[in-house]
């Protein structure tokens, strides 16, 4: 099992047009960063390869291409917004290399989204002419109601992003089947990007982590996104073995940042692979 970093950049990435800040300048790649997203790898209980997807936005191509993605069984998403769903039609590639549907897991306001804009897609039957698009099946999740995906136990938490209730995941592998899925011990993982705020129902969900992956924008103040230190913080009371920032714009750059945060927690960037 592994558990890569395919983008952990805010929704302008880094670089950001126009901007010759010395972050958007820099010349370690780990200042580059495209929109947050992440894929879970691992063989399932009967040998088959699986794969899952964390939010497909606008650099879903770049980013499977880069990270030698053939095969796409699930996506999970967090929310509707650009950064996290606009790369859905590039979906259509893995329905070719595995002549299968993939099967697409968000809450309602997240799936009548995507209906509205890919229209084309889940409903083909209104397109003037055939056309190559995806095949989706699209599945309704509910915060706190567990799901099972390829032996893998997948929870959604709810999280605020500014006001917009969002998704996060908890993803636990079953004792019995624990050491086979996961013999590097990354999970139990929680994905927890685009969050301002961790509503009271959602802590203990956070208990017994081993890696945590959480929202961390910048040092100042924002109204949808925690900051550097409110992050932090929250990562020294869940208590995870291992925590890593997504989701940065280019107020923080990676080697000086990193130098000031507390062993345990430190920036993930692009292409990090957790795991085997």
């Known amino acids: 099992m592994n ?3 395919l983008g952990t ?3 302008a990435g880094v670089p950001t047009i126009g901007c010759d800040c010395h972050v958007c300048a820099s010349t370690d790649p780990r200042d580059t960063r495209l929109r947050t997203s992440a894929v879970l790898r691992f063989t399932d209980e009967g040998g088959q390869r699986r794969v899952i997807l964390l939010d497909a936005g606008p650099d879903l191509r770049q980013q499977a291409l880069r990270a030698s993605l053939d095969r796409l069984d699930a996506i999970l998403f967090t929310h509707n917004h650009v950064d996290h769903t606009f790369g859905l039609d590039e979906v259509r590639r893995f329905n070719v290399t595995m002549n299968a549907p993939v099967d697409v ?5 997240t799936l009548e989204h995507l209906r509205r804009v890919y229209k084309h897609i889940f409903d083909k039957r209104s397109n003037v002419q055939d056309s190559f698009i995806a095949t989706l099946i699209a599945h309704r999740l509910e915060p706190e109601t567990p799901l099972d995906l390829f032996g893998l136990r997948v929870t959604p938490l709810r999280l605020l992003h500014g006001r917009l ?3 996060g995941f908890r993803i636990d592998a079953p004792p019995r089947v624990h050491d086979m899925l996961d013999p590097a011990g990354i999970l139990p ?3 927890c990007t685009d969050v301002s705020k961790i509503p009271p129902e959602t802590w203990p969900a956070l208990e017994g982590l081993r890696t945590l992956v ?3 924008l910048r040092v100042r103040h924002h109204p949808t996104h925690l900051t550097l230190d409110q992050a932090t913080n929250i990562s020294q009371r869940v208590g995870a073995d291992a925590t890593y920032f997504v989701h940065m714009s280019h107020d923080l750059a990676h080697e000086a940042t990193n130098a000031q945060l507390p062993e345990g927690v430190a920036l993930a960037h692009d292409g990090l692979v957790l795991g085997g």
Request: hydrophobic residues 45%; proline residues 5%; negative net charge.
């Open 3 to 5: 558990f890569e970093f």
């Open 9 to 11: 950049g805010t929704s």
């Open 105 to 109: 897991y968000a809450e309602d306001h």
């Open 165 to 167: 209730p969002v998704l």
């Open 189 to 191: 993982l929680a994905y």
């Open 214 to 216: 959480l929202d961390a």
